[in-house]
């Protein structure tokens, strides 16, 4: 199975809350630490290496516009 | 203090004229008094005025301020208006709009159709510029006068202290005539986001200050906006950090803009400044008249508690939230709706005082739902700090290309009623397989019967609604009639109200909420559940 790019987390504006309250009084550099951190283990949850290649690239698509 | 106009009249509709009261040698005593005559204190008075109980409201004005203000009003305040009369007027004036679209810079995002489900009487959102709704409401009283309601609307009155007893509330009233006192066995706060009231009597509204400035610009012009939704984040046209343009009725354009925190509110309003920021979104060929103006900040907070003893507080004096997803003058509808007919039944001594407590829990569960997804999309229009900016954009560069980023795009979560789950008035769900839309505590969904549709034969009283399931056309309830209705299970109604079932019965209450469900009738099940919604058990 490829990237799932379709709406696939239910509640989204209570995550997207949750994220945001995550991040509520870092610096930027504990905020860009946080979201390494945040990347590596859902990556590991992932596990599957091509759908990880998939997500990088569509994420290297956005930082062209 | 003189009973100056604080603001300009759109309609004088209840001029002052002197009542009895005035006259009377002790202050006269009403079972009602409601403060305020904005749309949810003349929305109390009729709902109240309908079911015959004597109402007197109470405004320091003689009508309708100026400004369209509340623009958007949702399915369920207009089906709350319907049941009251009113609701037809407000959809044949106001302009319905379905689909929106979602700007980032100079790049739509993406767009979402409302698509709204088929067999309701009501669309789900209309814009009509709040002076309009308010003109319909008290149309309504006067007709209703008209066919002997009790309701006395007196303008130019103003409450200038209150004095709380234990069994009654005593009224302080400057009119142009000079002062009076009443006393009322009820009085119910719908005076706005400062009431007086509430600061008379020293409660306590407490909660989050958004630190931003809108500008509304009401305009009249001749363009081809389709009828849609259109926000921007981050505008090309650089007239603020974020923008919306929204249809009215009287080809009435609503825009709003983004101004920041530090801005010198006196210099944003002068006109020239307005039609920069306008010329820059519209573009220099497009002529139009300024018809309306103001700046607004806004905050998210409510009261602790909504009842206290014999004075109950409802709409913006009871809670406040920032106008993304139009929950202000909606959910203030659904407090009427809500407090109406159980005032009425303790009025009528056919239920305990406690019942009131109900209308404090349901409805102060209903503003937290508010406050809480109105705050969250004034944080996604309006990040508080840079890791939050760089989501937001992330979000909006995302969906342009991706379906999973569009649900946390966050321009407004329109409202909707909310559903009283797990409150003391329900009985617990006891329909096997029946939708999870109809449980106990929702609201009832509409659906086509007959030549009408399902909502006009609920509200007002308890119903007991059969759908594919006989129920008695009248139950006696401790001297309460149970209206029973039976109707066919026809598609809609089958799959609003059935599911899987074959069968059901509902008990549904005034405002046409869900208090119970069951596969058939039982009568002692009836009963119980009649008795535990009005606060008997």
């Given at each position: 199975m490829g990237l799932n790019t379709a709406p696939n987390i239910p509640d989204p504006d209570g995550f997207y809350a949750d994220l945001l309250n995550a991040h509520e009084g870092l610096s930027d550099d504990n905020s860009i630490a946080f979201n390494a951190r945040l990347i590596l283990i859902l990556a590991n949850h992932i596990g599957d290496r091509a759908v990880l290649t998939e997500a990088l690239a569509a994420a290297a698509k956005g930082d062209t516009q | 203090m003189p009973l100056d106009d604080r603001y300009q009249l759109a309609f004088k509709l209840y001029p002052y004229e002197r009542s009895t009261d005035q006259d009377a040698s002790a202050p006269v005593r009403h079972p009602v008094v409601v403060v305020g005559g904005g749309p949810i204190g003349v929305a109390t008075a009729l709902d109240l005025g309908l079911q015959g109980i004597p109402v007197v409201l109470l405004d320091d004005h003689e009508g309708v301020g100026q400004g369209?203000?509340?623009?958007c009003f949702a399915k369920r305040t207009l089906e709350i208006a319907h049941r009251y009369g009113c609701g037809q007027p407000m959809l044949d004036k106001g302009v319905i709009w379905n689909l929106g679209k979602v700007f980032h810079d100079d790049r739509q995002v993406y767009e979402f159709n409302l698509l709204p489900e088929q067999g309701h009487r009501y669309p789900a959102f209309i814009n009509l510029q709040q002076p309009y709704f308010e003109r319909f409401l008290v149309d309504r009283v006067r007709e209703a006068q008209a066919q002997d309601a009790p309701i006395d609307l007196r303008g130019k009155n103003r409450v200038q202290a209150v004095e709380v007893k234990d069994d009654h509330v005593v009224l302080d009233i400057t009119t142009p005539d000079g002062p009076y006192r009443i006393e009322a066995d009820w009085l119910i706060g719908c005076d706005g986001a400062s009431s007086p009231l509430r600061k008379m009597m020293g409660l306590d509204f407490e909660g989050r200050v958004f630190e931003d400035n809108f500008l509304i610009a009401d305009i009249t012009m001749k363009a081809d906006f389709p009828t849609e939704r259109w926000f921007w984040f981050e505008p090309h046209f650089k007239s603020g950090d974020s923008a919306l343009l929204h249809k009215q009725p009287d080809g009435v354009w609503r825009i709003d803009f983004q101004?920041?925190?530090?801005?010198d509110r006196k210099e944003e309003l002068k006109e020239e400044n307005i039609r920069r920021r306008l010329d820059a979104m519209l573009g220099p060929d497009v002529d139009y008249e300024l018809v309306w103006t103001s700046i607004y900040t806004f905050q998210c907070r409510r009261m602790k508690r909504f009842r206290h003893g014999r004075v109950i507080f409802a709409g913006d004096a009871a809670h406040q939230v920032s106008p993304f997803g139009a929950r202000g003058a909606n959910s203030g509808i659904q407090d009427v709706d809500n407090l109406g007919w159980k005032l009425g039944l303790v009025l009528n001594e056919k239920a305990p005082h406690s019942l009131l407590d109900s209308y404090d829990a349901e409805r102060r569960y209903g503003a937290d739902e508010n406050i809480l997804n109105s705050s969250r999309s004034t944080d996604f229009i309006t990040p508080k700090s840079k890791i939050s900016h760089v989501f937001r954009n992330v979000v909006l560069d995302l969906a342009e290309h991706h379906a999973f980023a569009r649900p946390l795009v966050n321009s407004g979560r329109l409202s909707v009623p909310c559903v009283y789950d797990g409150f003391p008035l329900n009985t617990p769900d006891a329909l096997p397989g029946g939708p999870a839309r109809t449980r106990p505590g929702a609201p009832c969904p509409d659906a086509p019967l007959g030549?009408?549709?399902l909502l006009d034969h609920l509200g007002r009283d308890f119903v007991l609604l059969g759908v594919g399931a006989d129920v008695q056309d009248q139950l006696e309830v401790d001297g309460m009639t149970l209206r029973g209705l039976s109707v066919p299970a026809d598609a809609d109604i089958a799959d609003r109200y059935l599911g899987e079932a074959s069968g059901a019965v509902y008990l549904i209450r005034p405002d046409q909420h869900v208090a119970a469900r069951w596969p058939a009738f039982d009568e002692d099940l009836v009963r119980a559940a009649l008795a535990r919604a009005i606060g008997k058990d």
């Open positions: - | 369209s203000r509340a623009i101004l920041g925190w530090d801005i030549q009408g549709f």
